[in-house]
Each structure stands twice: as C-alpha cells, then as structure tokens.
C-alpha cells in the first residue's frame, strides 16, 4: 500500500532549529509538498521538491531523497508563530493525486 | 489570500438534513479537490474534478456527492447528516497539469451537526 510516515508532535525553543522528517512508500513518485497547517485554518504551501537535494527558502528548506524515500523540512530560527501543523505529501502516480501524512504538529516553546 | 473561496464560512444544522459548500477555485485552475478534516484529525481527500469531470474519488460517503459546473466553480452536496459528519471542509484547486501542479486550499467550511 501508500504510505506517509512522519512523528506526531515536536517541541523546539523559539531561535533554535528543527527538522521535521517525512518517509514515503508509494506506487511511483512525482513530487513531494510541504504544508504548513495553523490550528483551524487552511493548509498553506510551503515548499515542493522532485529532484534530489535541499531547497532553500528563507528560514525554511526542504530536502528530497527519492532512492530512500525520505524527506525532510528544515526550520531555522524558530519563531513562535511558526508552532502548528507541517503536512506532507506526495504526488505518487501520474494521476495527479496527492497522497498525505497525518501532520507533524510543532510546538515551539520561548 | 489563495484565491479559493468557499461558502459558507461557517453552517450549524440539524441531524438528517441536507446542505451544500461551494467553490471557487483559483482563475485559470482547472482541478478541483474536496477534503474533510475533522477535529485534529488529518486531511481526508473526498473526491476530485478536472474541468467539470470527476477524476478521482477517496473515501466520500454514498451521502456526499459533488459537482463540477462549466463555470469550474463546484459544490459539494452532504445529505442525511450524522453528527460524526461535523468538520472542516476544504476545498482546493491546481491548474491539473504536472507543471502547475501545487494544491491551494481555501478558508474552508466549517459544518457543525447537532
């Protein structure tokens, strides 16, 4: 079957960093999205990764690897706003369906 | 601000009755993707269109049914209403094509039964 794998819940101190991982087993693979997801509200794009290695945007980056199946989001210089749900998932067939994992809700803590 | 719209924002009913969310996706999006998300529970895909047909179809009760219209704008129909079925219902659109491939939700429908 599919499957999305990453932890339920993370705390982190406000300034520091933290790496939310996300394992995936799905039939093919074409592309993998980040979402953050705050408390009630909509989910919101983060970041998406096709190709191997690590995409930089501001304080967040994304990492892929597609022979290991993982990924993960990397968060610097937390700030308190940034405590809430980080989604993943994976486009896995060519049917364009987004395959989810249950959310890595991130507690940061001053 | 995604671009999606739904409405009604918020919707309180009554057990065994029927109501309807609507969409309107982002301009120029053609797909449109329908969720339930329950209190702290993931994101649950229900059924999805592409330019007014349906596409694909995940665990949507026989009670829910949905529509695309020539418009793009969509409904999502939910009848015979149980309590469990009290959530936040997103939809989301893309253009559906392996370029313009990223989902943006909209603020959601929040239904609660009673």
């Known amino acids: 079957g599919q499957n999305i794998d990453q932890p339920t819940e993370m705390t982190a101190t406000e300034g520091a960093i933290v790496q939310i991982n996300c394992t995936y087993q799905?039939?093919?693979?074409?592309?993998l999205f980040w979402y953050q997801q705050h408390a009630g509200e909509a989910p919101t794009f983060l970041s998406y990764?096709?190709l191997d290695g690590l995409e930089e945007k501001g304080r967040f980056s994304s990492f892929l690897s597609r022979s290991k199946g993982y990924s993960y989001l990397l968060l610097k210089e937390l700030q308190m706003k940034d405590s809430a749900s980080y989604l993943c998932?994976?486009?896995?067939?060519?049917?364009?369906?987004?395959?989810w994992g249950a959310g890595t809700k991130l507690i940061i803590k001053p | 601000d995604s671009g999606v719209t739904q409405t009604p924002k918020h919707l309180i009913t009554a057990t065994g009755q029927r109501v309807t969310l609507r969409c309107s996706p982002r301009?120029?999006?053609?797909?449109v993707y329908w969720y339930q998300q329950s209190l702290d529970q993931g994101l649950q895909f229900l059924i999805q269109?592409?330019?007014?047909?349906?596409?694909a179809k995940g665990n949507i009760l026989e009670r829910f049914s949905a529509q695309q219209f020539p418009d793009l704008h969509s409904e999502l129909n939910l009848s015979s209403l149980e309590l469990g079925d009290s959530a936040l219902y997103f939809c989301?659109?893309?253009?559906?094509?392996?370029?313009?491939?990223?989902?943006?939700f909209g603020e959601g429908s929040w239904l609660t039964v009673v």
């Open positions: 989301a659109s893309s253009a559906g094509t392996p370029a313009g491939n990223t989902i943006y």
């Open positions: 301009s120029g999006d053609l797909s």
């Open positions: 269109y592409y330019n007014g047909e349906e596409r």
């Open positions: 799905t039939s093919g693979f074409n592309g």
């Open positions: 990764n096709v």
């Open positions: 998932a994976v486009r896995g067939d060519s049917n364009y369906q987004l395959i």
